[in-house]
């Protein structure tokens, strides 16, 4: 008796279920549709600030876009404004309170532990992407003059042979690095790269020497326009690079 009940139960429990998902596929086709899209935000260099401490954020001279297609809006506000600034404000944090607060920076690197990881990461991070900032701007690129151009083509051979060598260490860095133009302790110029960041100033460097100019090979400068092709952004590179500032580095460096 109790299965005969069920039975004739059964259709009506069915078209109940079903007669409640009708209902609610309904409801869901009625959500209305987005009507406006997101725009993204992109930010201006002169609100960032890093936190009190020794060192202050290189002022960047320049929008986050004056760069593109080069590198693009999105990758220079990321770099400058979280990358930069964190290296900053972490390198004052582990410099708070010590003697090394109130030395030249060139100073600090002369004693660094090197296995002082937080310092040497921040360290580098802080100077490296200082250099490198100051070195990149728009309407810039082609080749340098004066003292540089006649070093270059002496230690090189010609603009382009340090060119091809300079793009040759940027595309075999395996991994995150930098690749330098230095003033070696003879006064020559070299072409150097250094891991993670690692730069020609730290005790032990492959080539030791003074930077002049440095291209970041992490993936944060560059993923979000070329990813995975590291040989374009290594090649716009030489469009930005602003060889006034580079030869002025090279004269500082001759006299220290
Ligand atoms: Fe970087």
């Given amino acids: 008796m109790k299965k005969i009940v069920l039975l004739l139960f059964l259709p009506l429990f069915v078209l109940s279920i079903s007669s409640c998902k009708r209902k609610k596929y309904t409801e869901v086709v009625e959500v ?8 993204m935000t992109i930010g201006i260099p002169d609100d960032v600030k890093a936190e009190a401490g020794a060192f202050e954020v290189f002022k960047l001279p320049y929008g986050y876009d004056a760069l593109a297609p080069n590198i693009d809006a999105m990758t220079m506000e990321m770099h400058y404004s979280k990358h930069y600034l964190t ?3 972490n390198l004052n944090k582990a410099l708070a309170g010590t003697e090394q607060e109130s030395i030249p920076i060139e100073d600090i690197f002369k004693k660094l532990d090197m296995s002082n990881s937080d310092l040497r990461n921040n360290l580098g991070g802080y100077y490296n992407h200082t250099l490198f900032f100051n070195c990149i ?3 810039a690129g082609g080749k340098p003059s004066d003292t540089l151009a006649s070093a270059i083509d002496k230690d090189f051979g010609s603009f ?4 091809i060598k300079f793009e040759d260490a940027a595309n075999k860095q395996f991994g995150s690095g930098w690749v330098w133009l230095i003033v070696d302790k003879s006064g020559k110029l070299q072409v150097t790269s250094t891991p993670n960041q690692d730069n020609p100033l730290m005790p032990r460097a492959e080539i030791p020497g003074q930077p002049i100019l440095a291209l970041d090979l992490w993936e944060h400068a560059y993923y979000l326009n070329y990813q995975y092709k590291r040989k374009k952004y290594i090649d716009a590179f030489f469009n930005i690079i602003n060889w006034k500032k580079v030869g002025e580095k090279y004269e500082e460096a001759l006299k220290i």
Avoid: C, M
């Fill in 32 to 39: 209305p549709l987005p009507t406006a899209e997101e725009k």
């Fill in 87 to 89: 290296y900053t404000n």
């Fill in 137 to 139: 701007s728009p309407k």
């Fill in 160 to 163: 382009d042979n340090f060119k």
